[in-house]
């Protein structure tokens, strides 16, 4: 149901460049899900299953890359409760996220299985195969390095869900970057130099330091809007996974902003 928001679009855009693009893509949204429920469509159904496929497939790939490394470690246990903590799952979805944790680790999970399974039924949300490879990049890197049996599930990951290996090290880099601007990493590892935090700065927002400020700008809003808290749940994010992007967030806000310091 995109018809109506590509005809707003276009019309919005002809009629009042930019703004009014925006304001076609709202109303044609409108038309759409009327459209949409008039042919019996379950727009908040189809969200739910979504957010709970998004949710199993991460938790129990979760698991897998725990013991992709042949056992699971008290460490790595610590590390999953840890992130549940962190993610700020209801006390019903801490329990399903350990059950499918554990089930992740059993030596008969089949993992292409699970994420064709994501794939087919998450195919009318194109960005949400990116939207998990990104939460489970952040999970695998949640204890400050990325080992190589998590590295491996990754890559294998990647590859599953159609990217080229020039994407994955390309999302890797960016997220790994971001990580260097939370407050974890500030507290843990002091001031690095000037010229290593702006690196990062670049790298986290996915562009080179030759970048004009016109095209930086650009980039830095579409990292925003894509970790947009409402975009995410309607994209097929559960509510209570957001927070981890609410960070992310704060992370791209704090390289943007060292990046136009620099260069006033």
Known sequence: MVFGKVIGGLLGFSAGGFIGAIIGVIVG????????????????GHRAKLQQLFFETTFSLMG???????????????QAENLFTRLG??????????ALFKQGTQPDFAMEPALA??????????????????FLIVIAMADGELHPAERSVLVRTAEA???????????LAMLTAQESFSHQYQ????????????????QALGVDSDVSDKDLKRAYRKLMSQHHPDKLIAQGVPEDMIKMATEK?????????LIKKSRQ
Not at 161 to 171: A, D, M, W
Not at 249 to 257: C, G, H, K, L, V
């Open 89 to 98: 799952l209801t006390p019903e979805h801490r329990q399903q996220a350990i």
């Open 64 to 78: 897998h890359m725990a013991k992709a490394d042949g056992r699971v470690s008290e460490e790595e246990i610590a």
């Open 161 to 171: 869900l159609g990217f080229s290996s020039r994407q994955f090290e390309q999302l």
């Open 249 to 257: 967030s704060q992370e791209i806000q704090a390289a943007y902003e």
């Open 29 to 44: 949204n409108f038309f759409d899900k009327s459209f949409g429920s008039a042919l019996g469509f379950d727009y908040s």
């Open 187 to 202: 507290q843990s590892h002091g001031a690095p130099t000037r010229q290593e935090e702006l690196t990062k700065a670049y």
């Open 117 to 134: 399974a994501f794939i087919e039924g998450g195919g009318r949300s194109k960005n949400l195969p990116t939207l998990l490879l990104e």
